[in-house]
């Protein structure tokens, strides 16, 4: 199985500010690496898959990265509703997902 | 409107079979693979099972293999998830989830809202 490990675990952050959250694979993924965003209670939602393909609803304030082993999800101009959980997975192989980073407000 | 609705899930003991379901509507069932996701406590996101446009490839995660069955029903458009010998440890949200065509590994571009199943003697 392939591992997923996010950081940082959890993240403070202010309003208006940039943050780049990482994700690292145990192996190459080539580029099959998407990443998620859940709010308390929610679903989760599909932000970018393809390692950098951003989906229609996702804002352009968030951009994707990477290949391989090691990847990014950058997000500018923080907003209240950015405040989640965000998830980076693998589709590889036997997908698997990173254990996720919390993004709170400072 | 896309819509994944599950259903079925409750407090069960340790040992108890459950089924979930999930109804969905808005796209055809058939052109896209499906899994279940769960959430336990406390944790991240697992993925628990895929079962292919056809339902003739299915996959499990090695904490549900021999325990737990996928299944679809093109003609009633539902997917559904038979758990057996359920264990405290299979506590979570489950989630009924929508993959794109083209690969049976994929993501998910669709979520339901979960239903919650507890395991506890």
């Known amino acids: 199985e392939i591992v997923m490990t996010q950081s940082p675990a959890s993240l403070s952050v202010s309003p208006g500010e940039r943050v780049t959250l990482s994700c690292m694979a145990s192996?190459?993924?080539?580029?099959?690496l998407a990443w998620y965003y859940q709010e308390p209670g929610q679903a989760p939602r599909l932000l970018f898959y393809g390692a950098s393909i951003r989906t229609p609803s996702t804002p352009a304030r968030f951009t994707a990265g990477g290949s391989g082993t090691d990847f990014t999800l950058s997000i500018s101009g923080l907003r209240s509703g950015d405040f989640a959980l965000y998830y980076c997975?693998?589709?590889?192989?036997?997908?698997?997902f990173g254990q996720g980073t919390r993004l709170e407000i400072k | 409107e896309v819509q994944l609705l599950e259903s079925g899930g409750g407090l069960m003991q340790p040992g108890d079979s459950l089924t979930l379901s999930c109804a969905v509507s808005g796209f055809t069932f058939s052109n896209f693979g499906m899994a279940w996701v769960r959430r336990a406590p406390g944790k991240g996101l697992e993925w628990v099972s895929i079962?292919?446009?056809?339902?003739?490839?299915?996959h499990y995660g090695d904490s549900v293999q021999g325990r737990f069955t996928i299944s679809r029903d093109l003609s009633r458009n539902t997917l559904s998830l038979q758990m057996n010998s359920l264990r405290v440890d299979d506590t979570a949200v489950y989630y009924c989830?929508?993959?794109?065509?083209?690969?049976?590994?994929?993501?998910?571009?669709?979520w339901g809202k979960g239903t919650t199943v507890t395991v506890s003697s």
């Open positions: 192996q190459s993924v080539g580029s099959d």
């Open positions: 989830a929508r993959i794109p065509p083209s690969r049976f590994f994929y993501f998910i571009d669709v």
């Open positions: 997975q693998q589709y590889n192989d036997w997908p698997t």
């Open positions: 079962i292919s446009l056809s339902g003739g490839r299915t």
